[in-house]
């Protein structure tokens, strides 16, 4: 997969999505990401492999924020716990 190939049909997002979130593209060897709101801009390519340590990553809450600094909380994409 490239930047063009990238283009088409195919994209997957979280059923628990409303419509403003990533979107991926499992390729040959390669996972795309991109934003779903800005499909025209450039894609990320991650390996296999590099999508699994990610997902895994997820599972394990490894990139949440445990506390949300003062001048974010108000931001609508802030962590909330």
């Not at 800005?38 to 506390?67: I, K, N, S, Y």
Request: hydrophobic share 35%.
């Amino acid at each position: 997969m490239n930047q063009e190939g990238a283009a088409g049909s195919g994209w997957r997002s979280s059923s628990h999505s409303d419509g403003q979130c990533v979107e991926v593209l499992f390729g040959d060897g390669v996972i795309g990401v991109r934003d779903s709101k800005r499909p025209r801009e450039p894609v990320l390519l991650v390996t296999r492999m590099a999508w699994r340590r990610f997902l895994r990553g997820l599972r394990r809450d490894e990139f949440v924020t445990r506390e949300v600094p003062e001048e974010l909380r108000d931001w609508p994409g802030a962590a909330r716990r």
